[in-house]
C-alpha cells in the first residue's frame, strides 16, 4: 500500500529545532526560509504492508521524504554553505517525525489499530531484512546499495507491530528505543553538528 502524505511544520516547531539542534534566535528567520522551501520540496510518501502468511499484526514500513529534499541539501552543500545544509538536515529530520504520525494516522484508518512502535533496520532488525521489505512494498521511488543505504536519504525502514491500544502507540517509542544518541533525547549532540564544527561543542559569536 501507498499513500501520499502532506509535510508539515507546527509553529511551536521553530523554538524546538533551535533548542534541540545548537541554533541562536538570530537563526530562526534562516530555518523559516528553509522550511518554505523544504516544504515546497519534499514529496512525503509512506509504504506498508504484511508479510504473508505471516501474523496480520506486523507491518513492514518505508517512509521517505522523497528525492527533492536530498537535491536541495546537495545544492547548499556544493556552493559550500554547510550552515544552510545542517539547517536543511535538521527540518528534514522534523518533517520525517512529523510523517511518521501522518502514517500513524493513515495506518489506523486502513487497519483500526495503531503502531505499537518502530523495529528499525539497522538496530532491532538486520540490515540484511532490506530485501524483505523491498519484497513486501515494491516501493517505487526508494532503492538501497549493497550497503544497504537508502535512497533518498531521508527515508527510514522499519517493522511495526500493530495495537489496538492508544497509549501503547509509536508516541512512547523512545522509553524503549535503544537510539540513545537520538537527537530527540534532550541533551545529545548531533552527527551534523559534529561534523560541522568538529568533536567539541564550538561556540559562536
Given at each position: 500500500m501507498?499513500?501520499?502524505l502532506q509535510p508539515y511544520?507546527?509553529?511551536s516547531a521553530y523554538r524546538q529545532i533551535l533548542s534541540r539542534y545548537h541554533f541562536h534566535s538570530t537563526d530562526e528567520a534562516e530555518i523559516r526560509f528553509l522550511t518554505e522551501r523544504l516544504l515546497q520540496t519534499a514529496s512525503p510518501v509512506v509504504y506498508f504492508g504484511?508479510?504473508?502468511?505471516?501474523g496480520e499484526s506486523r507491518l513492514a514500513v518505508l517512509v521517505t521524504l522523497g528525492i527533492g529534499v536530498d537535491n536541495l541539501q546537495e545544492t547548499y552543500t556544493a556552493r559550500g554553505?554547510?550552515?544552510?545544509?545542517?539547517?536543511?538536515e535538521?527540518?528534514?529530520m522534523e518533517l520525517l517525525k512529523n510523517a511518521y504520525e501522518q502514517a500513524a494516522d493513515i495506518i489506523y484508518s486502513h487497519c483500526g489499530l495503531?503502531?505499537?512502535?518502530?523495529?528499525f533496520l539497522g538496530d532491532t532488525v538486520?540490515?540484511?531484512?532490506?530485501?524483505?521489505?523491498?519484497?513486501i512494498l515494491k516501493p517505487e521511488e526508494i532503492s538501497y546499495n549493497q550497503a544497504?543505504?537508502?535512497?533518498?536519504?531521508k527515508t527510514v525502514a522499519f517493522y511495526t507491530t500493530l495495537t489496538d491500544s492508544r497509549k501503547a502507540a509509536y508516541c512512547n517509542v523512545c522509553s524503549t528505543c535503544s537510539h540513545t544518541k537520538c537527537v530527540h533525547r534532550r541533551g545529545n549532540l548531533t552527527y551534523g553538528y559534529q561534523r560541522i564544527y568538529g568533536e567539541h561543542k564550538v561556540e559562536r559569536t
Open positions: 501507498r499513500e501520499t511544520m507546527i509553529e504484511r508479510k504473508v502468511p505471516e554553505e554547510l550552515m544552510e545544509s545542517y539547517m536543511i535538521c527540518i528534514a495503531w503502531m505499537g512502535g518502530f523495529d538486520p540490515l540484511e531484512k532490506m530485501e524483505e521489505v523491498f519484497a544497504y543505504m537508502l535512497t533518498p536519504k
